[in-house]
């Protein structure tokens, strides 16, 4: 089994910044891809930022320029550090890993962190 955990959520003033941390257990071999999305009240859960094993990356148009993703493969830890944030930006964040236990598949969720920002 692969355990994801998130951490890092609060609430946060617009313009404000906040950094989510994910962390990835249990048998988990291989990541490669290692994600976060994010669901807004009535909204489906949408990709904000992926990032593969090698640190290729890739962001929602909406936070471009203002999130960052990172990870530490040494620590199977992702990172989201988000700035410049504004109201539409709240939501349960949820963190993602995908990879292979050996030669079993496993695309596995947190339990969601939420974010926060308001005045």
């Known amino acids: 089994q692969v355990q994801v955990v998130e951490s890092g959520g609060g609430l946060v003033q617009p313009g404000g910044s906040l950094r989510l941390s994910c962390g990835v257990s249990g048998s988990i071999f291989r990541i490669n891809a290692m994600g976060w999305y994010r669901q807004a009240p009535g909204k489906q859960r949408d990709l904000v930022a992926v990032?593969?094993?090698?640190?290729?990356?890739n962001y929602a148009d909406s936070v471009k320029g203002r999130f960052t993703i990172s990870r530490d493969n040494a620590k199977n830890t992702v990172y989201l550090q988000m700035n410049s944030l504004k109201p539409e930006d709240t939501g349960v964040y949820y963190c993602?890993?995908?990879?292979?236990?050996?030669?079993?598949?496993?695309?596995?969720w947190g339990q969601g962190t939420q974010v926060t920002v308001s005045s």
């Open positions: 993602n890993a995908r990879g292979i236990d050996v030669i079993t598949p496993y695309d596995s």
């Open positions: 990032i593969s094993r090698d640190g290729s990356t």
